[in-house]
């Protein structure tokens, strides 16, 4: 059964939370500050995490990024949820590294469906890629590591989030070919996507700062305006 964290100063959110998540068969912990989710994640290591925005004390922003910073928690998926609907708020959680973005109030069905959808993907290991994939695959001296969801060139290394890592291995496993960024969403986010335009493009920019620590000379995706993303085949 997967244990996930749920984090919201207000009672009566992580109760609605709570009931919804454990109907649908999940084991729940809470935890109504910063810190304490903090604590939790680390000793618990939960399969997912729901997390406010906004605390007092550690809001969700430093939440994410010090669950990023950790070895030990930096692969947790983060659904993040927020009173703040504009557009700026959601681009900023993602960046942070929130893998999923749901505005308040929320319809309890659709967060248990977003949090079906990212468990099940982790669960069955659902890489959406050619069957002939590899653990490991090479793009020029670009290493792309499968097992350890990271990347290495140089004898540097930047370890990737589950989604970030997702997408990065579909684009390389099939460099030169453009996918627009509805049929990413579609395929990797498994939910209605119209109001989620964003996402893709801010998961893409932050493989692309990951790639720049390694190698700022060389771009590895490109985007065509109107058409969608590439890998681009490189001999670097």
């Not at 959601?90 to 749901?102: Q, R, S």
């Not at 099939?174 to 493009?201: A, H, I, M």
């Not at 490109?222 to 590439?230: K, L, M, N, P």
């Amino acid at each position: 059964m997967p244990n996930i964290l749920v984090v919201d100063d207000e009672q009566n959110v992580l109760e609605i939370v709570r009931f919804n998540l454990e109907r649908a068969g999940y084991k729940v912990i809470t935890a109504k500050d910063g810190n304490i989710a903090l604590e939790l994640a680390r000793s618990r290591n939960p399969d997912l995490i729901v997390l406010d925005l906004l605390m007092p004390g550690l809001d969700g922003y430093s939440i994410c990024r010090l669950l990023q910073r950790d070895p030990a928690t930096r692969r947790i998926p983060i659904i993040m949820l927020s009173a703040r609907s504009d557009e700026l708020d959601k681009v900023l959680g993602l960046e942070m590294g929130a893998d999923d973005y749901i505005t308040k109030p929320f319809s309890p069905r659709e967060l248990v469906a977003r949090v079906n959808a990212r468990l099940r993907r982790d669960k069955k290991e659902e890489f959406i890629i050619p069957r002939d994939s590899k653990n490991i695959i090479m793009r020029g001296k670009l290493i792309i590591d499968k097992e350890c969801m990271s990347i290495e060139l140089g004898g540097k290394k930047q370890y990737l989030k589950a989604k970030e890592f997702e997408l990065l291995y579909f684009l390389a496993c099939q460099p030169g070919k453009y996918f627009s960024r509805y049929f990413l969403l579609k395929q990797f986010w498994e939910f209605d996507v119209s109001n989620d335009s964003r996402t893709v493009d801010v998961h893409i920019r932050r493989i692309r700062q990951k790639l720049e620590i390694l190698n700022a000379n060389q771009q590895y995706i490109e985007t065509a305006r109107g058409v969608g993303y590439r890998f681009i085949e490189t001999n670097l």
